[in-house]
């Protein structure tokens, strides 16, 4: 399976983006799909993940409510919904896959990872 993320871009603080994750190649027979980011000069971060079966979420504690998670199995496809974005929020954002079962927020706990998307939040 290869994951494919998009959606990146240049917005201003307040604003909103979208960012998807298509998986392609075989069969999507993975638990979850996660976003994590990663702030330059900072650590890779767990944002949100959807259970693949059910669309059940969680997320990171810095969300509060900002960004939703969300999955569309027909199209194999992950979402994540920016709101109300913070120049903090400037980081590439990376979508990932894991097999394991229950809520898996470490980055080693996920086998494959797309390629990142760069959000810039401007002020």
């Known amino acids: 399976v290869q994951l494919q993320a998009s959606g990146g871009g240049l917005v201003q603080v307040g604003g909103s983006l979208r960012l998807s994750c298509a998986a392609s190649g075989r069969s999507f027979n993975y638990v979850a799909m996660a976003w994590f980011r990663q702030a330059p000069g900072k650590e890779r971060e767990f944002v949100t993940a959807?259970?693949?079966?059910?669309?059940?979420?969680y997320y990171g504690d810095f969300v509060k409510g900002r960004f939703t998670g969300s999955r569309d199995t027909a199209k194999n496809t992950a979402y994540l919904q920016l709101t109300s974005l913070k120049p903090e929020d400037t980081a590439v954002y990376y979508c990932?896959?894991?097999?394991?079962?229950?809520?898996?927020?470490?980055?080693?706990?996920?086998?494959?990872w797309g390629q990142g998307t760069l959000v810039t939040v401007s002020s």
């Open positions: 990932a896959a894991t097999r394991l079962s229950g809520w898996a927020t470490w980055a080693r706990e996920y086998d494959v």
């Open positions: 959807v259970r693949w079966n059910d669309g059940h979420q």
